[in-house]
């Protein structure tokens, strides 16, 4: 069962709060002071806090409700805590809002309203707490580090799972960023070659003049410059894997001769003559649409037949719903402990920003992106002024309804603009719901709708 800390030193509002809320799902504690409130919090560690900022010593200012604000998500970052400001106090609301606070409450108290907001801070709270449980180990271990938990990814962890332990050549595709040697290396892993090498070789970035020689290695006087014999990649990799990064980008003579390696795997050094037997297993991967390359011919049609026995497309980052957050905690966490700074997590006008935005660099971006946000970060939440999007960030654009039915169109389109909004109004829900002229009930039904989490 769920526990909620109710934090309030007004002795009527404790008790219209112990009776109003009693009847609900979850474990109710009460506390008069921040101190109490932190020895409860330890102890029961609860999902959501109600928090008045004024509590003694100083119940006249809003000192010891940000100490137990700030505390409390050092303790537990995943904590909802729900801020209860009086109708005067609303700069303070916000403030608590941009230091972590989930959502906040005008008093009077409306037991009702109240009501709706600690059910969804609940609901979001066990939600998240499942994705720990149910993908948190896999990510770490299973999953060799692929961090997803959309219909996608789960599919395509699935289909590594059930290529790994054969040698059957694949083709990893998708756009550039999408994290295709991160599957090359997750086949590896999982493969009966795991402790043979995993050589890698990227296409594209070698002159043409040169790539066949780093391939398959040279005779010592094959050309100027060529004083030694030198194994080449393919030959490093033997008995292990070998990785083709872009390899779109081969000249067509490398791709026969590249063909014929992998028909009888035996290589020839250049300037050799000799047949050197290797055993390799063959992952490749690409960012350019190979059908279209094979109709203008600067793909060779049975290469692509020998190097995509099976084929794995990461989708880019702007279709796997829900996983900007999951992915931004995954790095948030390592790239803190990396630079040894004590940063925890997001603001929630951060987080509308994070999924609001379209990620053209993928997740090669997004984990750029908050390197550098983390080391300017001033505080243990992250801003969206420390991420940096400035103009770049369209929430209302940048989707393309193409081959969209009118229903998908239009809850594109809703939920772009309740991301807009929700960044525009630094994750505050009344004024978002506000401006977008919907009731704050109905707010929250359209972002538990859309997977948006605040």
Same mark, same amino acid.
């Given at each position: 069962?769920? @526990? ?5 030193? %007004? ?6 709060? !112990? ?22 919090? $330890? +102890?029961?560690?609860?999902? =959501? ?17 940000? $100490? ?21 106090? $609303?700069? %303070? *609301? ?12 005008? !008093? ?14 609940? @609901? ?69 070659? +795991? ?13 043409? %003049? ?7 290695? @040279?005779? +010592? ?6 004083? *030694? ?12 894997? &070998? ?10 003579? &490398?791709? =026969?001769?590249?063909? $014929? ?51 794995? @497309? ?9 996983? =900007? #957050? ?23 006008? /951060? &987080? ?34 420390? &991420? ?15 081959? +969209? ?22 994750? %505050?829900?009344? !004024? /978002? ?6 009731? #704050? ?14």
């Amino acid at each position: 069962m769920e @526990h909620l800390l109710i934090i309030d030193d %007004n002795e009527d509002i404790l008790t219209q709060l !112990k009776w109003g809320l009693a009847s609900e799902a979850y474990t109710l504690h009460l506390a008069k002071s921040v101190d109490q409130a932190l020895e409860i919090f $330890r +102890k029961v560690s609860p999902g =959501v806090v109600t928090l008045d900022l004024g509590l003694p010593p100083h119940p006249d200012t809003s000192e010891e409700g940000f $100490r137990g604000l700030e505390e409390m998500l050092n303790i537990n970052p995943s904590a909802k805590i729900i801020v209860v400001t009086g109708n005067d106090e $609303r700069e %303070n *609301a916000l403030q608590a809002i941009k230091l972590g606070a989930f959502d906040f409450f005008r !008093k009077p108290i409306d037991l009702d309203e109240l009501r709706v907001i600690i059910r969804r801070a609940l @609901h979001l709270h066990a939600i998240e707490r499942e994705n720990v449980v149910q993908q948190g180990v896999p990510a770490a271990e299973d999953s060799c580090g692929i961090v997803g938990a959309c219909p996608a990814m789960r599919g395509i962890l699935t289909l590594i799972n059930k290529v790994a332990p054969s040698d059957v050549p694949v083709l990893v595709s998708g756009e550039s960023g999408t994290g295709k040697e991160l599957v090359a290396r997750a086949i590896h892993a999982k493969s009966p070659r +795991k402790n043979g090498p995993m050589v890698c070789i990227n296409c594209g970035a070698i002159p043409e %003049n040169l790539i066949e020689a780093e391939l398959f290695g @040279h005779q +010592k006087g094959a050309f100027t410059g060529a004083v *030694a014999t030198v194994q080449g990649k393919v030959e490093y990799a033997d008995k292990g894997t &070998l990785f083709l990064d872009e390899i779109g980008e081969l000249p067509v003579n &490398l791709q =026969v001769k590249l063909l $014929r390696f992998l028909q009888e795997m035996v290589i020839q050094r250049v300037g050799g003559r000799q047949d050197i037997p290797v055993n390799v297993r063959i992952i490749a991967a690409t960012n350019i649409d190979i059908n279209a390359a094979i109709s203008k011919g600067t793909f060779r049609e049975d290469l692509y037949y020998r190097i995509g026995v099976v084929n794995i @497309h990461l989708p880019p980052l702007r279709e796997r719903d829900g996983d =900007v #957050r999951l992915l931004a905690e995954h790095f948030l966490e390592r790239i803190a402990r990396d630079l040894g700074k004590s940063v925890r997590g997001f603001t929630p006008e /951060a &987080l509308a920003y994070l999924q609001g935005y379209s990620w053209p660099g993928n997740i090669r971006e997004l984990e750029n992106k908050l390197r550098r946000a983390v080391l300017l970060a001033d505080s243990s939440r992250i801003t969206a002024d420390e &991420l940096a999007f400035g103009e770049e960030v369209a929430p209302v654009n940048g989707f393309n309804l193409v081959d +969209k039915t009118l229903k998908e169109g239009r809850a594109m389109v809703e939920k772009k603009m309740i991301l807009a909004a929700m960044a525009k109004y630094e994750g %505050n829900i009344i !004024k /978002a719901s506000e401006a977008l002229g919907i009731s #704050r009930p109905t707010m929250y039904d359209l972002l538990k709708k859309h997977g948006v989490e605040s």
